[in-house]
């Protein structure tokens, strides 16, 4: 985040700054959402909706399921939150007590450490790696444990996976549901990248279990990051637990995005031109990067990040990132924030802006690094 901080101060002073720091479509959202968002301001009457969200925004994510994954889902078990920030917050404070201990993979999005410990609760650390398929498993969570010497009250899976693109299918999502089932950990599945994915099998963990806490958004693929709206699925016993928790926090989401976030699920097509876009930032991305001499350090299946090893020129990506924004204004986000222990050979490269953007910016590195 410092690095996107000084990227802003650089443009706002005139600076050329491209950024491929943050995970933010450079597309607006869709038009639907946007037509739909200027009449309900147009009538003006805009105010609280139900904790969970108005009923006709829970029904349609429903049918998104239903239509997209061919899974049941009843819409009393949605719940509509201010962006996924909000889910993620809301999930930790129902299912976690402080002291309990929560297993994330590493490299990973460093808010679930950072909310974990704000909250008391531990975090183990899992290494995702070419031996484990770049996720976590039951045999990576058994030993990590077991290293750790204390049992896990949760797990937490990205996919597609923010840095590293991972993409887990059905079998591996099964597999982590069952090893959670069995052991009564409570499971929560993070596929706020659904929708880009370019690779792999993307599947959703209710194909597999009723018991995961889902947690999605608005914001990627769906390009509405500004309207701070997102949704979860959760099961069933646990929706009035964490609807007491939202009225206390949030009263409720903000009821223009709701109407707006409703409109986009039905933009499919007008969304997949977009994503059309960051399929061919990926493969130039894919091309340059290795020219340049990064290797590509995992999977680049999913969502829209490369994550590079950079330790041919630095062993030190956060200097590397400042020195780069500083001389070239090309800024990207420091393995050190996904990794506490490996990131610093390591950056991470968003391909989420336009295409003519990606072009120079991945020409100003290599002629910075000839």
Known sequence: ?????????????????????VGQPSHPAPKAALEAARAALMHGRLGYTDALGTSSLRMAIARHYRTRYGVEVDPQRVAVTT?????????????????????????????????????????????????????????????????????????????PANPTGTVTGRE??????????????????????????FAGEETTALSVTDEAVIINSFSKYYCMTGWRIGWM???????????RIAQSL????????????EAALGAEAELDVYKASYAAN???????????????????????????????????????????????????TPGLDFDPLEGHRAMR???????AEMVEAMDRIARWLA
Request: glycine fraction near 8%; charged fraction near 20%; aromatic fraction near 10%.
């Open 282 to 332: 990926r493969e130039l991305l894919l091309k340059r990067l290795p020219e340049i001499g990064f290797s590509i350090a995992s999977p680049m299946d999913g969502a829209f990040y490369a994550y590079a090893d950079v330790s041919r020129f630095t062993n030190d990506s956060m200097d590397f990132a400042k020195k780069m924004l500083a001389e070239i204004n090309v800024a990207a």
């Open 1 to 21: 985040m410092d690095v996107l901080a000084e990227a802003t101060k650089r443009r706002e002073a005139g600076y050329p700054v491209i950024s491929m720091a």
């Open 172 to 197: 591996g999502l099964k597999a982590l549901a069952d090893y959670c089932h069995d052991r009564g950990i409570a499971f929560i599945s993070d596929e706020i990248y659904h929708g880009l994915t």
């Open 83 to 159: 962006g996924s920030s909000a889910g993620f917050n809301l999930a930790f404070l129902a299912l976690f007590d402080p002291g309990d201990c929560v297993a994330i993979a590493r490299p990973g999005y460093p808010a679930y450490r950072n909310i974990l410990a704000a909250l008391g609760v531990a975090v183990v650390e899992v290494e995702a790696d070419a031996e484990n398929g770049f996720t976590l498993t039951p045999q990576s969570l058994e030993a990590t444990a077991a290293k750790a010497g204390k049992p896990l009250n949760g797990v937490l899976l990205a996919s």
């Open 349 to 355: 490269f968003s391909y989420a802006g336009a295409e």
């Open 233 to 243: 699925v959760l099961p069933p016993m646990q929706v009035r637990a964490f609807e």
């Open 250 to 261: 949030y009263i409720s989401p903000p009821e223009l995005s709701q109407i707006a976030a």
